[in-house]
C-alpha cells in the first residue's frame, strides 16, 4: 500500500521510552521521506513532548526533534545533583526530581501554550493516580500537560490538572491508540520507544532508576 494513501484522519502514535525517545525523531524522519504527515498526534511520557514539537509544525515536527535531541544531555532533564535529589526524596517522599528540567526543556522549545494553538489536534496521555485510568488530556496549558504524561513515578512529581492528581501515561497506556481512536482516527502510526515488557524476574530498583533515569550524553 501506497502509504500516503492511507485511509484519513491519520494519527502519529508516540509512545514513552524515556532517551529512547531520540529513536522517534528518526522514525519521524523515515515518515517524512515518504511525504507521509500526520493528522492528528498522540502521545506518552516522552512522547507527548515529541508529539507536541511535531503537532505545533507537522511538516518541520521532525527536523526540530532530531535538531533537539541531538543537543540533549541528562542534566537537560534530571537538574539536580546527589544532595538535592536525596533532600527532594525526603522532603517530598515521592520524587527525586522537582520537574524543573522538563518543563524548561519543553517551554524552550514549544511556541504554542495551549492545546488550541497547535495546527493539528494533539492528545497527552496521562494516568490518575487514585483511579489508576487512563487520563486524555486535549485542553488547557501545553506545558503542564507533558508534565503530567512524562512524570515518571518516583522520579518526577505527579501533577494536579482539574482536580486530578497525575502521573506517567505510561502506567496504563504506554502506547496511547486508544485516544487517537476516540479522536476519529481511521489509520495508526506507531512510533514505539518502549521497551520491552517480559522479564524473567521482577527488576531491581537499581535497574528501574537506570532504565528511566538514563539519557543520551554529549
Known amino acids: 500500500m501506497n502509504v500516503t494513501s492511507l485511509p484519513t484522519p491519520v494519527a502519529f502514535v508516540l509512545t514513552g521510552g524515556a532517551s529512547n525517545g531520540a529513536a522517534q525523531a528518526g522514525m519521524l524522519r523515515a515518515t517524512a521521506e515518504v511525504n507521509l504527515e500526520p493528522d492528528l498526534v498522540t502521545g506518552t511520557s516522552v512522547g507527548a513532548l515529541n508529539g507536541a514539537v511535531l503537532a505545533e509544525r507537522p511538516d518541520l515536527g521532525p527536523a526540530r526533534l532530531l535538531e533537539i535531541w541531538a543537543g540533549l544531555s541528562r ?16 522532603r517530598s517522599r515521592r520524587y527525586l526530581y522537582p520537574g524543573r528540567g522538563l518543563r524548561k526543556l519543553a517551554s524552550g522549545h514549544l511556541r504554542a501554550d495551549e492545546f488550541s494553538d497547535l495546527a493539528i489536534p494533539f492528545a497527552a496521555v496521562a494516568t490518575d493516580v487514585i483511579a489508576g485510568r487512563e487520563v486524555v488530556l486535549r485542553t488547557g496549558p501545553l506545558v503542564q500537560a507533558i508534565a503530567a504524561s512524562a512524570a515518571i513515578p518516583g522520579v518526577l512529581p505527579n501533577v494536579e490538572i482539574g482536580g486530578r492528581l497525575l502521573m506517567d501515561g505510561g502506567v496504563v497506556a504506554n502506547a496511547p491508540v486508544h485516544a487517537a481512536i476516540e479522536m476519529g482516527a481511521r489509520s495508526i502510526v506507531l512510533l514505539d520507544a518502549g521497551y520491552a515488557c517480559h522479564l524473567s524476574e521482577p527488576p531491581s530498583l537499581r535497574a528501574i532508576s537506570q532504565r528511566v533515569c538514563s539519557t543520551r550524553r554529549r
Not at 542534566?75 to 533532600?87: M, N, P
Open 75 to 90: 542534566s537537560d532533564v534530571f537538574t539536580d545533583g546527589l544532595a538535592t535529589r536525596l533532600a527532594n526524596l525526603v
